[in-house]
């Protein structure tokens, strides 16, 4: 009598119970991905209208999460533009972008003395700039 009838009595809830929380749990993984693709925006937006501050910034964890898997970096140089693939990036998923900068050099017209430096454009989903004339880091 007892295991069967408070299965009877409690199974339906308890299973229901269990269907709402995974429901809530993928509901705050999808808010956590729509908060990081927001706060990457918002960053990328303000670099391009203003030109900055570029800190504080999104991680790549960030960025990634949020789907904006380029970061587009421009020599200061010879403004050579590159897209740079976040998720084959040699950094830990939780080094803010803005750390990248100064990592980043110019291949294009670097001399054995002087690799110029480059600065951060902006973030994309997709790769806009094919040319990949900078150094990984
Ligand atoms: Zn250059």
Redesign the pocket.
Known sequence: MGTKSREAIFGGRLHGARIRARAAREEVVLAVRKADRAEAEQWSLQLQTYGGPAQPSPTIGQCLNGGLGWLEVE?L??R?QASLPLDAIRRTRDTPIWKLEASLR?R??ATRRYR?PVKLVKLTAEREIERYALDRL
């Open positions: 020599c140089r010879c050579t110019c294009n017209c110029p």
